[in-house]
């Protein structure tokens, strides 16, 4: 639910600004119900504005998700799909569906599984696409979402992930360094490459740390 009520706003604020840059109400739908990836879709709404050509707009998305290729190999250790299960889930794959799969999946009856990992996506999936119809139609009379400073809701929702698992001094390094070489990144890279840095030196932080506690730990 906390993630719920934070997409709302950005789609409502993405359907404003494709509206704004000449999109008819069925394109920005149609953008939210063949892509749904909100940062591509802001930054598509710019670009079409702009005139940027095909090639430019794919290539900027393509960098703003680049983060999915480490989502992806994070669920194949943990959850055996067969390739059409693959195709489904990786189409709906969010940062938000991660992040409910990886911490309140594995807490269910027999673990992560594709039902639970494909319930979350579409249950995000529905939100986006509905938040995104009623700001294409009602845009224009909507107070600004931003305004109405709604937009900390998603950072609150990640945390509330995040903190059950905290559990030692360990992870609670890891994700302290991640996220302090997020902020510092985040000021000269765009966000999708962003995550991806971020997200990959916090793993070769965490698998150093761990291997290295192992061989202290192990008698001699």
Known sequence: MPL?????????AYAV??????LSVLETQ???VTVFAGASQFAAAGLFVSGANA???IATTALLNARHVLYGLSLSRTLPLTRPQRVLAAQFLTDEAYGVAVVRGPQEPGG???AFLLGAELSLYFIWNLSTLVGA???AVLPDPAALGVAVVFPLAFLGLLVPLLKDRLTVLVALASG???WGLSRVLP???????????GALLGAFLSTRKQNTETPA
Request: charged share 0%; aromatic share 8%.
């Open 55 to 57: 090639l430019g707009i």
């Open 191 to 201: 966000g999708g490459l962003v995550i991806l840095l971020a997200g990959i030196g």
């Open 30 to 32: 149609l953008m939210s």
């Open 137 to 139: 139609l009602a845009g």
């Open 112 to 114: 992560l599984s594709f």
């Open 180 to 182: 302090l070489g997020a």
């Open 17 to 22: 600004t494709a509206r704004a840059a000449g």
């Open 4 to 12: 719920w009520l934070g997409m709302v706003p950005f789609a409502v």
